[in-house]
């Protein structure tokens, strides 16, 4: 196939080389190589200034009518507010700061990378995993200082009946020690297959025949992606108040 493309009569597109990590200066060799901030870097940072933007600069005048950005702004800060306070509680409330970060990282993150020629940073796992296994030791740590050695009535049952409980215990600890794995690669595995998807409609629209019907599977999938990019964002948040309501609560 390779052979065929380089000839100009065939087709070829690699639908994974838009996940790797690249150096912006320099080349293989090059001191600067090394040393250069690569593109997940620069998207990490573009990141944080949408979330600066949306969140600091478009309410600093704190407008009682207020413009769209702000608009956006307080409607994120209600749901996610709305939602913590659903799922964990007033008192989980003073971790609200945390959550509210989380959130409007990993949805400003999955929409910079739904711009064509951008770079999808939660895609990856070391940035989701990093995220993951904070949360996990987090809430894991914050349950013994507030539960002691209570917390790990979380893993006891007391509903079950007696005999049952020393194996739903070890059922319990092999899934809260999953959770941090479970929590980052379903947010990194399903942006990368939707870009990946993507990547492949928009390669097969190059081909005259088959041109009209990638096109409208590229507007398709990506119409998809928007959905899935907001989807994501909430799906992590939410488990994150989960873990911390057990943290809080550990009791069955």
Request: hydrophobic letters at 55%; charged letters at 10%.
């Amino acid at each position: 196939m390779a052979d065929e493309a380089k000839s100009g009569g065939g087709l070829e597109f690699h639908p994974m080389d838009q996940f790797i990590v690249k150096p912006l200066f320099g080349e293989a060799g090059d001191a600067v190589y090394w040393y250069t901030v690569t593109n997940v870097t620069l998207w990490l940072a573009l990141a944080i200034l949408a979330v600066i933007g949306l969140l600091v600069l478009t309410t600093s005048k704190r407008a009682v009518v207020p413009s769209r950005g702000q608009s956006i702004a307080e409607m994120a800060y209600g749901f996610v507010y709305k939602m913590v306070e659903d799922v964990t509680g007033k008192d989980g409330l003073r971790y609200f700061p945390y959550i509210m970060t989380l959130f409007m990282f990993i949805l400003c993150a999955n929409f910079l990378g739904l711009i064509p020629m951008s770079f999808t940073t939660t895609s990856h796992i070391a940035v989701t995993a990093i995220m993951g296994f904070g949360v996990f030791f987090a809430v894991t740590i914050l349950g013994f200082v507030k539960n002691g050695a209570s917390f790990l009535s979380l893993f006891w049952v007391s509903s079950a009946p007696l005999p049952l409980r020393p194996i739903l215990a070890v059922i319990e600890i092999i899934s809260y020690f999953v959770r941090p794995v479970s929590h980052s690669i379903r947010l990194a595995g399903n942006m990368m297959a939707g870009h990946a998807v993507l990547k492949v409609f928009a390669g097969f629209a190059q081909v005259t025949a088959v041109a009209p019907v990638a096109i409208l599977g590229v507007v398709a999938i990506y119409g998809l992606e928007v959905l899935v990019s907001a989807i994501q964002a909430y799906v992590f948040t939410i488990l994150t108040c989960v873990y911390l309501k057990d943290a809080l609560h550990p009791h069955h």
